[in-house]
């Protein structure tokens, strides 16, 4: 604990300025320590940005060496009605349909009984083969409506009123939630005090239930139709499936084929994260130049330079997307390593002339490069044994170290500062202590000459 210092009252020493000046040479190793600390600190920054960006490559590249990710295809329809998705492995051919009908629910409007036996009115809709019971809170219109809203009864309702404010007159519309033929409904109403009687309620339909039909190959001997209870046709082909919006009674044309912009995608999603990767450590390890207060031309190294385990991970990888797979050049496919830079530049107007002519050598040599920059991307950054991962945890703990040493120096240095404080302080005292005899024998010797 520092003391309350008073610079020499008797020495007239600038005791602040000496304690200050003592204690900024002691100091010298704990300045060393700090600023050995925000470099640690810079470096862990920039190995955990460069390991988030290895993690993103080891993912492109996972994506570009599955096979799934080579079957990609699409679906295209002659006609905006008529909409289709192709799954991966969908096989490219072609298919001619009409639209005779698309899928929708039965909406009717309700005659309800101008009375009721029971104070809640119960009522059965079936649909399906299933009975659902639902039962109002009372007579009333709005309760009614409530009751068929309810969860889980399969149609919705609404009060329509053909009458006035004054004298309402209410028509009860029902509406099925799903669509297709069996999903039409019937409504009746238990009758008697006791409710074991049923009458038929009389539904007129605005609209019947139905499913969506296509009619294949129409107008050849070989029509026929296909039916759905949406108007989604799921599966039509093997992995596509097909929505339709209207009507179409024009022949539909529905062509599916390789996906070349998803395959052209997988190629450029590896390339663009792995320049990512080498534009970091490029640039972290690029050194700048400056110009000292005295005019010196001060050269200082990047963050990764010197860094033996960051240049070994870029020659790793330089190697993976740079060398031949199964004989084969990574040129091929318009992927070449720029001298000057030590990036890679991808050519996609040769990509595109090469999977046109021979999509399976394609394939093989960007799968066989993404499997190699996986490896060596996956090798670094794996969030348990990834050799960045344990650089940065080792950083980590030196930093940590580092200031563990640092809290040290300031109880050191608080208590060296404490004890000068003391020792100026003492000397202050016997100072004035002398100065005080040397005063009374002075005055003693004073008082001896004029005796004499």
């Known amino acids: 604990m520092a003391t309350l210092g008073i610079d020499g009252l008797i020495s007239g020493l600038q005791t602040t300025d000496l304690i200050n000046q003592l204690m900024f040479a002691e100091a010298g190793p704990q300045r060393l320590l700090a600023a050995k600390q925000t470099s640690a600190s810079s470096l862990v920054t920039g190995l ?41 492995g969908a096989q490219p051919s072609t298919l ?19 009375g009721y036996d029971a104070p809640a009115p119960k009522f059965t809709i079936s649909q399906g083969g299933v009975d659902t019971v639902v039962t109002a809170a009372s007579a009333d219109i709005t309760d009614i409506v409530a009751a068929f809203n309810a969860t889980g009864t399969g149609v919705k309702a609404a009060a329509v009123n053909v009458g006035t404010s004054a004298a309402p007159d209410y028509r009860l519309q029902l509406t099925g939630v799903e669509t297709g033929a069996g999903k039409g409904f019937s409504l009746s109403v238990a009758t008697g005090a006791d409710g074991t009687g049923t009458q038929a309620l009389t539904l007129n339909n605005v609209r019947s239930a139905q499913d969506a039909q296509l009619t294949l190959w129409a107008g050849t001997a070989f029509e026929q139709p296909v039916t759905s209870s949406s108007n989604t046709f799921s599966g ?3 992995g596509v499936d097909v929505t339709v919006t209207q009507v179409e009674t024009a022949p539909v044309s529905l062509t599916v084929a390789r996906d070349d912009t998803a395959i052209t995608k997988l190629a450029t999603d590896l390339m663009g994260a792995l320049g990512v990767v080498l534009s970091e450590i490029s640039s972290r ?12 031309t001060v050269i200082t190294g990047g963050l990764f330079s010197g860094d033996s385990a960051v240049r070994g991970l870029q020659q790793q990888l330089q190697s993976a997307m740079g060398l031949p797979v199964e004989g084969l050049s990574p040129s091929e496919v318009g992927i070449s390593i720029n001298a000057k830079t030590g990036h890679f530049d991808f050519d996609q107007e040769k990509f595109a002339a090469a999977l046109a002519a021979d999509p399976a050598k394609v394939e093989k040599i960007i799968s066989g490069l993404a499997t190699r920059v996986g490896e060596v991307a996956t090798g670094a950054s794996d969030k348990y044994e990834g050799t960045m991962t344990l650089k940065i945890q080792s950083q980590e703990g030196m930093v940590k170290n580092l200031g563990e040493q640092i809290a040290s120096w300031d109880l050191r240095l608080a208590s060296r500062r404490e004890g000068l404080q003391k020792t100026y302080a003492a000397l202050e005292v016997t100072l004035s202590n002398l100065q005080s005899q040397s005063s009374w024998l002075t005055s003693q010797l004073a008082s001896l000459s004029t005796s004499s």
């Open 236 to 238: 039509l082909m093997s």
């Open 285 to 296: 390890t690029a050194s700048t130049t400056t110009t000292s207060d005295d005019g010196r």
């Open 96 to 114: 001619s349909f009409t639209v005779s009908q698309v899928a929708q629910s039965q909406s009717s409007l309700v005659t309800l009984p101008a």
């Open 48 to 88: 955990q940005a460069l390991n988030a960006r290895l993690s993103s490559l080891a993912d492109s590249a996972t994506t570009a060496s599955k096979p799934a990710s080579w079957a990609a295809a699409t679906a295209t329809s002659s006609h905006p009605s008529v909409t289709a998705t192709a799954a991966a």
